[in-house]
């Protein structure tokens, strides 16, 4: 026999009962049309208009209202001849959608990333908001940009409370608030040329390099004489190029930075800086050169002459920062002057404006706006709703107690019918609606889940209480009962709920609902839920899918892991932050050089360990000398036959580390500790389990890599990986051969975890193994998966045409699709 359920959706129709102050409900014009119909077998679940309106309203209802209207008023008022919503431009409603998709640039980002980007960005904004097309997503935007115009345009306007004085309004920020912010965030930049180095040492061999060397402060060749100011600037020009000729994309073809004629132009004895050359490269605004290094921002504004001012233009010692970690020796070219007061005052304005644009001031200005344009709201629970947010924000909103009809709202500009306001509920939030409501209809209705308590009325409470369910149903009862002593004792008052306001308004606050009966059915949904959560993960037969699943999953963990002790040498190239680049935004020199660098690593270890050295000790010893090796210098071949210091410098244990070095290489030692599969990079997690597979038990030193014709690089995001395994641990075995859990003993735990059969042992198996994949396919990802699925197995129709069947099935797809994604145990 068919069954048909026109179900009253009391669990959530708060709206239905808030209004009856002085009974405003304007009702839609179809309200005992069915929103949808859902098929399943036997069952169908169906909802009326009147009924999606009501849930809607209560929970979007308001917000929508007020968009639509906020919209309509700013198309209608004018700025300068144009409305408030024209006057938003495309460029400005493009920029906004970027910053909200790339928060933090696109420059890091790949291609692909940027078009993922992009999808994820409108998939969240169909799912949040029913947006089908970009044009409403930028119309989404606009009226947040117009409603932000409108309120910059009041910036000055007068309190209300305070009224105005004596003619006197204002209408512009005050001098002092100009001055402030005008000495506070404009500043002097400047174009230095600024060489770090590692250590004091390296210092001296880069000047030695050039045969310059600083005696006092004295800056002089090799052979005692004084450096003329034309040669100490040329010798900064090449120390930079030396330190820097990494970031040419032709290195080492090319090495020099800064170029005669391009850069800079020699002109008797003074070389002169072009400014708009070199800005990217050796311009700082205050706060750059502040972040870099405070020490440096003082000598610049300080102590400091601008080259061609004065003698006292360059560090004649190196300064160490507040560490000791760097040395610099630096020169000031010039100083970018602060802009004039008069030239910014404008750009100071908008910024002093968008600084009280906060979010509370441009609620309140759209909320004066409506109340200009004589907004009345004729839905009691509507009303009370804007009431208490108008009130919030200090704006007066007089309340009607008039019926107009089916209209909702009206201003001076324009009306909102019930039906209106139900078509823009349904094209914004609707899909979320038939979801939540089949998915709760389905739960409670149908058998197959609700084995509790029958939703048949025409039964006796007694009759409804399913054989063998007494308890769960006398749960629910006990809970409701608990809960209504707890608030009429008061022990709600702290949270906002004193007793004096009644159970009914309670539940109605707490629950969304307006009987103890619909407390029942919200409660009972949510047991049925969870018990269905349960069943997900319960195995009833050995034999069962589900038990498979579990065999093959716990399978995988064993065939996956690893527990190993390592450490590893990275080689790395960091950006100006300091931070590691990922190896595909390295230039191809740098990548060569790091295959090369690596072997020689791989080299340097082979060699045999002398009486007392580790493996750790010999990579600590290269990271020493690595930090103190000279660069190459700039203007000659790459390569260490050409350099002008001996050749050995250069060198370490064979090794160009120079070479390296200059190409913009760094590396650094790191102890890995102990680690297990999934806690590292994917390419050193496979290397660590290649290892563990051919010895799971051995304290046996292996250097991957080492010995193989092909080198097999470990490559990951922060660089090249040279990886020590130093110990390789075994899996524990609850019995000699035994490390996976038995299904039977798995539903003996399950059954009662103190049973006798299940030793300590056993126990760790199952909670390692087991219990992971248990509790995920009984958690909400899993659980919202699989409801979704089942929702897409339903015929389901739709009584109107806000949004299609085919939206529907969309909707259904990326809510799977963003919980399964977030799942670790599948097939």
């Known amino acids: 026999m068919k069954k048909t359920l026109l179900v009253l959706m009391t669990v959530f129709a708060f709206a239905v009962f808030v209004g009856c102050k002085s009974e405003k409900y304007p009702q839609i014009s179809e309200s005992n049309e069915l929103y949808f119909s859902a098929k399943e077998g036997e069952y169908t679940y169906t909802l009326t208009n009147g009924e999606a309106y009501e849930e809607m309203k209560t929970k979007v209802g308001l917000n929508l209202l007020l968009d639509t209207i906020d919209r309509d008023l700013l198309q209608f008022v004018k700025r300068n001849g144009k409305s408030y919503w024209d006057s938003v431009t495309e460029e400005e409603i493009t920029e906004k959608i970027e910053e909200e998709i790339f928060p933090s640039g696109t420059d890091n980002l790949t291609a692909d990333e940027i078009e993922k980007a992009r999808e994820e960005f409108f998939d969240k904004m169909f799912i949040q908001y029913g947006f089908n097309t970009e044009d409403e997503v930028r119309d989404y935007y606009r009226l947040t940009l117009a409603k932000r115009l409108y309120a910059s345009d009041r910036i000055f306007e007068p309190e209300e409370e305070e009224g105005e004085e004596a003619g006197e309004k204002k209408d512009d920020f005050s001098e002092e608030e100009y001055q402030n912010y005008y000495k506070n965030n404009y500043k002097k930049g400047y174009y230095a040329l600024i060489v770090a180095y590692e250590t004091p040492k390296l210092v001296q061999q880069a000047l030695e390099s050039l045969n310059v060397r600083i005696d006092r402060g004295i800056w002089s060749w090799i052979d005692g004489n004084q450096l003329s100011e034309w040669e100490i600037v040329e010798t900064l020009i090449a120390l930079y190029n030396s330190a820097n000729s990494h970031k040419l994309d032709n290195y080492p073809e090319a090495t020099l930075i800064l170029n005669e004629d391009t850069e800079y132009t020699i002109s008797g004895d003074k070389i002169n800086f072009v400014l708009e050359n070199i800005k990217d490269e050796l311009f700082y605004t205050h706060n750059e050169i502040y972040s870099y290094d405070s020490v440096l921002q003082k000598q610049l504004q300080d102590n400091l002459e601008s080259y061609g001012e004065g003698s006292n233009f360059y560090l004649r010692n190196p300064l160490s920062n507040a560490t000791g970690s760097r040395h610099y020796l630096m020169m000031k070219i010039a100083e970018e002057d602060v802009p004039a007061f008069e030239d910014v005052k404008e750009e100071i304005k908008e910024k002093l404006i968008s600084g009280r644009l906060s979010s509370t001031f441009i609620s309140k200005k759209i909320a004066q706006l409506r109340r200009e344009h004589n907004l009345v709201i004729y839905d009691d629970f509507l009303e009370e709703r804007y009431s208490e947010q108008a009130k919030g924000l200090d704006v007066e909103y007089k309340e009607t107690k008039k019926l107009n009809g089916n209209l909702v709202a ?39 889940y609700n084995d509790i308590y029958s939703m048949d009325k025409s039964l006796k409470e007694s009759e409804r209480i399913i054989k063998g369910k007494e308890d769960e149903y006398q749960a629910i009862k006990n809970e409701i009962e608990d809960e209504k002593a707890a608030f009429e004792a008061g022990e709600y008052k702290d949270y906002g709920y004193p007793a004096k306001m009644g159970w009914k308004n309670f539940i109605k606050v707490r629950y969304g609902v307006a009987t103890e009966e619909d407390v029942f059915y919200l409660l009972l949904f949510n047991r049925v839920k969870d018990n269905y959560a349960k069943s997900l993960g319960k195995i009833t037969a050995a034999d069962s899918e589900l038990a498979d699943f579990y065999l093959r999953q716990m399978q995988k963990q064993v065939d996956d892991y690893f527990k190993v002790r390592g450490i590893q040498l990275v080689i790395e190239v960091l950006d100006e932050k300091g931070k590691a680049k990922d190896p595909e935004k390295w230039n191809a020199t740098q990548n060569e050089y790091a ?28 990271v020493t000398a690595y930090k103190k090796a000279p660069r190459f210098l700039a203007g000659l071949p790459q390569d260490k036959d050409s350099q002008p210091s001996d050749a050995s410098q250069y060198l370490y244990e064979g090794i160009e580390i120079s070479k390296y070095k200059t190409a913009g290489l760094n590396i650094r030692f790191s102890d890995l500790g102990t680690f297990t599969n999934g806690s590292k990079a994917k390419a050193l997690n496979d290397a660590a389990k290649e290892i563990w ?17 092909e080198i097999p690089y470990i490559i990951t995001s922060e660089g090249f990986h040279v990886y020590i395994n130093l110990e390789t641990m075994p899996l524990s075995e609850w019995e000699t051969g035994k490390v996976l859990p038995t299904i039977e003993q798995i539903m003996t735990y399950e059954k009662s975890s103190s049973d006798s059969s299940l030793t300590t042992k056993i126990k760790t198996a199952i909670t390692t193994y087991y219990k ?17 699925e089942g929702l897409k197995t339903l015929e389901v129709e739709f009584g109107h045409d806000h949004f299609t069947a085919t939206d529907f099935t969309r909707y259904l797809d990326l809510q799977i699709a963003s919980n399964r994604e977030r799942l670790k145990y599948t097939d």
């Open 410 to 448: 009206k201003t001076d500009v324009s009306e909102y019918s019930a039906d209106e306001l139900f078509e823009i509920m349904s094209e914004g939030y609707g899909l979320t609606l038939a979801a939540s409501k089949i998915e709760y209809l389905r739960l409670l209705y149908n058998p197959k």
């Open 693 to 709: 597979d051919k010895d799971p038990d051995s304290k046996e030193t292996v250097i991957y890599g080492l010995g193989e014709e």
């Open 772 to 788: 992971p994949i248990h509790d995920e396919l009984t958690g909400s990802y899993n659980v919202a998966a699989t409801l979704y």
């Open 595 to 622: 295959k090369h660098f690596y072997k020689d690593v791989l080299d340097l270890l082979a060699a045999e360990l002398k009486e007392n050295e580790t493996h750790e000790k010999r990579l600590h010893e290269l």
